[in-house]
C-alpha cells in the first residue's frame, strides 16, 4: 500500500482550490508525498449520479457564503472567477503531459500556480497561451506544451484519469486517499492529519511507542 | 434579528445527530439558546432538486465512513440503527406538539434523548410506544402523546415546520442559522463558534472591545 496522499481534484472546484493551498504542508508534516491527479467533476458525477452544485440553486446560493467564510477564516485569497464555472480541460491535459515529460514535481508546481492564477487572480486558465506563459515561467518551452494541448494521446490520458478515480470510489474533489482511507472535502484536511498521526488500531498488529 | 440559534434538524439525519450531542453546549459557551426545528429532509430534498445521500451509492460508500470516524475523532457513541434510513414522522410530530403544549425546553430534550436512542442504542423511534416511553420519563403524560401524534393539526404544524425552513433557506441538515448566517453540517460547528466569538466586521457601526 502507498504511503502517499493520492489528492484527486478538477480546475474547477473552488474546495479543491484551497485545499491545493494546504496539502504539501500537511503531507511533509507527516512525511507523506502528494500525488497530484487532476481528474474532471463532470465525468465524476455522471459516474456517481450525482449533481454539481453551482446547478442546484438553494444549495449554491449557501456555498458561495461558505467558500467565502472558508477561505477568510483559513486567511486564503479567494474570489469566484469570471464566467465560474466553466469546464476546464486544457490545464488538466497540460499537467498531464508535464508529469510525464517533466515529472511530478513540475507537474504539481504547475497545478498550484494554476489554482492560484484561477481563483485569486481571476486570470482564464482555460487560455492555451496562458498555460503556456504559466509553464514557460518554470522553465517548460511553450511549443511542445501547445503542441501537447493538441495531442490525442494527452486527451485520451487526462480522460482516463477520471476513470481510474471512478474505480478508486472517487465521486467529488478535492478527494484525498491515504492509507487505503479516503477523505472528501476540504473541511477533511483535519481528519486526515489526525489520522495521520495516529493511525487507526490494527488487529493482530503490535503496536509500539 | 434573533440572537438564538435556529438548529434544523431531521431525525433520520446522523449528521445532525452529531450535531445534536455538540450544540447545547457551544451555545451556551457564547450566551446563545438554541431554537430545536424539526424538519422533514425528504420536503427539502424536494424543493431544493438535491438527492438523499443513502441513494446514490458511491456517495453513500464514502458517507458511511465518515460517519464512523467523525463520531469516533469526537468521542461520541454511533452506529447506523437497524433499518436506516427510514421516514421518521412521529418524533418530528411528537416534539412539535411537545413544544406547543409543555415547552421549547422539553421539546428539545425530548429530542436529544429521540436522537441518541436512535443512533447510540439502535431503538425504533417511529414507534409510538417508544415516543411515549420516552416522554414518559420526562413527566409528559402517555395518553395525550399518543393522541397528539394523530392529531391532523400536529401533522399540519409538523408539515408546516419544512415550508418554514425551506423559506428561510434550509435545503439539508443539520443546518444552523445565527444572526442571519448559515452554516451546513456537523462539519461547521467550528466556523459557527469563530463567527459568534469574531463576528464579521459591519460596515458604518463602530465596534468597541
Chains 1, 2 share one sequence.
Not at 507537474?107 to 514557460?136: K, M, P, Q, W
Not at 474533489?173 to 483535519?190: A, N, Q
Request: contains cysteine; proline residues 6%.
Amino acid at each position: 500500500m502507498s504511503t502517499d496522499i493520492d489528492f484527486y481534484f478538477d480546475f474547477v472546484s473552488p474546495y479543491a482550490y484551497l485545499a491545493s493551498t494546504r496539502i504539501e504542508r500537511l503531507a511533509a508534516a507527516h512525511g507523506r508525498k502528494v500525488r497530484w491527479k487532476p481528474v474532471l467533476m463532470t465525468v465524476l458525477s455522471k459516474a456517481a449520479g450525482t449533481q454539481l452544485t453551482p446547478f442546484v440553486p438553494m444549495k449554491w446560493q449557501y456555498v458561495q457564503q461558505d467558500l467565502e467564510r472558508s477561505a477568510r477564516l483559513a486567511g486564503i485569497p479567494f474570489r469566484l472567477p469570471p464566467g465560474f464555472p466553466k469546464l476546464l480541460l486544457a490545464p488538466g491535459r497540460a499537467m498531464t503531459w508535464l508529469a510525464a515529460s517533466h515529472g511530478e514535481d513540475t507537474a504539481a508546481a504547475f497545478a498550484r500556480t494554476c489554482f492560484t492564477a484561477y481563483f485569486s487572480d481571476g486570470v482564464d486558465i482555460n487560455d492555451h497561451e496562458v498555460l503556456a506563459g504559466i509553464a514557460s515561467g518554470m522553465g517548460v518551452a511553450r511549443a511542445p506544451l501547445l503542441a501537447a494541448l493538441e495531442d490525442e494521446a494527452v486527451k485520451a490520458a487526462f480522460r482516463q484519469a477520471s476513470e481510474d478515480a471512478i474505480a478508486q470510489g472517487v465521486f467529488g474533489v478535492p478527494f484525498m486517499i491515504v492509507d487505503g482511507e479516503s477523505f472528501w472535502g476540504f473541511d477533511r484536511l483535519d481528519q486526515l492529519a489526525l489520522v495521520m498521526k495516529q493511525p487507526a488500531p490494527q488487529v493482530g498488529v503490535d503496536g509500539g511507542d
